[in-house]
């Protein structure tokens, strides 16, 4: 992934150069699904995805003590990362179950439930003038984002099942969702890391 670079248009401009470093990862899974009838009325859906992801170098990490906030004058020192080395792994399971209880031939309710993570993180900063969207890796600075959702809806189709309605509800959780400080410089800032 590569965030940009900003050049000045010549030799007596007052604009300072940014050019950001490219960013790479890896991500694997392996996901395992089956469909069972419990009874004529009952279905259950249900799968597991184990999610590996890997950030990558060539890059330089700044560290930061534990427990202090993420700003320039508390950076402890940094590490520089060779091409291809794993910096950093996230890892864990991801869940889907699904079930769908039939109660006449044209009405159902299903349920269902998943947890996701997210490695991939679009930041967007509203008090922009123009609508820009900046794509940012995970990294050891920034953990993925975790979710998980419950739902649950009742389904009626009508004539002859070529109309169905709905009504669906759903509660979601998330975690480590990334908050930007007031003020936050998302374009172009080598110091991202600091706006969360």
Known sequence: MNSGNFRPAG??????AVSMPAEQAFETAL?????????????LDAGLRYSLYGYLGPYTVNNYPAG????????????????????NTYQGPEVRVGLR???????????GYNSLRQYIHMLSNTTAMAPTDIWKLSDPNIRPQFGDQFSI???KTLASNTVELSVEGYYKRIKDY????SGA????????????
Do not use: C, H, W
């Open 11 to 16: 030799s007596e401009s007052l604009i300072a």
């Open 68 to 87: 202090v906030p993420r700003r320039e004058e508390n950076i402890s020192g940094t590490t520089v990362y060779s091409k291809n080395k794993i910096i």
């Open 31 to 43: 996901y395992l699904s089956d469909n069972l009838k419990i009874t004529p009325q009952l279905m």
């Open 178 to 181: 990334l908050d930007f400080k």
């Open 185 to 196: 410089v998302l374009i172009l800032n080598p110091m991202l890391k600091q706006m969360f």
């Open 153 to 155: 809806g009742v389904y």
């Open 101 to 111: 209880q039939l109660i006449t031939s044209t009405f159902s309710v299903k349920a």
